[in-house]
């Protein structure tokens, strides 16, 4: 584990807590998602409210804040008129908002005589290609046979490079739905030499395997072998089959395991809207959290249709028994 996570981790009590869905609570907090950049279009029109989540989910008691990046792609801004400086000037953003929140948050509880809080890190967050297409894909892991190894390193370069140098504490690669583009991640991150540590998580829809049905032991054998490569694990994927993932994951890999899975819902990406098939909420969270932490993740938190309420409860189950 990089030094960095493994003193947090340590510092938690083994298992340290992550943020909830970040687009969810910007909804939450009247924000307009509905947009082909998704929850990246607040960088453009309400900052305000990227930090106000931030501030939210470090109050919840997350361990990691995840930046607003998740969507945010070179080509989907230039598409909405802006220019590359811009581009590049908001994903530096997204990393500048996370800091300031986890900046102002630690100086706060600094100053009040009782801290349960650990001082946060800060993950640069980075979606898929198919969440940058916006069709469903990311939840498919079907791209087409145009789209090859290197079109997904080109894609994720220069977004990479940028984030990396923003100032993070960790880069997130978020709900990975395929096998190329986990090696495109890998490779890329050894091409570009990046200094700070990553994980990268996949999504699953069954439990068994990547959304694209390929094996996580295969995408794991990959990982394994990139020192580049800190923490591995899944998210937004249903929370009923996390403990399973975790069980098969240690039997695949000596790295740390993070689980941030959503709320059981399921994206209609054509429709663009949740389905309510299984809901789990805040309560199901707090023994589910316990039940992957004694499964071996050593990070844990939620993502989309997750809220403050449902990480507060994570924090208190996990820190509470972590004696902390
Ligand atoms: C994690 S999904 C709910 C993200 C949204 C999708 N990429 C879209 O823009 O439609
Ligand atoms: N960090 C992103 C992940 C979406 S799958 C979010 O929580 O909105
Ligand atoms: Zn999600």
Request: charged share 25%; net charge neutral; hydrophobic share 40%.
């Amino acid at each position: 584990m990089a030094g960095v996570v493994e003193e947090l981790v340590k510092k938690a009590g083994g298992c340290a807590v992550i943020d909830g869905g970040f687009a969810t609570q910007l909804e939450a907090l009247g924000a307009d998602i509905n947009d082909s950049l998704w929850s990246a279009a607040c960088l453009i029109t309400k900052p305000h409210l990227i930090k106000e989540v931030h501030m939210q989910y470090l109050e919840a008691g997350a361990d990691v804040i995840i930046s607003s990046s998740y969507q945010a792609t070179i080509p989907g801004f230039l598409a909405r008129g802006l220019l590359l400086e811009e581009a590049e000037g908001l994903l530096r953003t997204s990393v500048q908002l996370a800091r300031e929140a986890r900046d102002e948050f630690w100086k706060s509880t600094l100053r009040s005589s009782k801290p349960v809080y650990n001082r946060a890190l800060v993950a640069a967050s980075i979606g898929s290609y198919g969440a940058y297409l916006a069709d469903g894909s990311e939840y498919s892991g079907s791209y087409g046979d145009d789209v090859t190894s290197e079109k997904l390193k080109d894609f994720h370069r220069r977004r990479l490079q940028v984030l990396a140098n923003a100032g993070p504490d960790l880069i997130a690669f978020e709900a990975i739905p395929n096998k190329m583009e986990a090696k495109a991640l890998v490779e890329l991150l050894e091409e570009e030499n990046i200094q700070v540590p990553s994980w990268i998580c996949f999504s699953s829809v069954d439990g068994k395997h990547l959304c694209s049905g390929e094996s996580f032991g295969d995408c794991l054998e990959i990982l394994n072998a990139s020192e580049k490569v800190a923490i591995v694990g899944v998210n937004c994927t249903p929370p009923q089959f996390v403990e399973g993932i975790i069980r098969d994951f240690k039997k695949q890999t000596k790295k740390a395991i993070a689980v941030y899975p959503n709320s059981g819902e399921v994206w209609d990406g054509r429709a663009k809207r949740w389905l309510p098939v299984e809901c789990f909420g805040r309560k199901s969270f707090d023994v589910m959290a316990r039940r992957w932490q004694e499964a071996g993740a050593s990070l844990v938190g939620g993502c989309c249709r997750t809220t403050p309420s449902t990480i507060r409860a994570v924090s208190n189950a996990l820190k509470s028994r972590n004696g902390q």
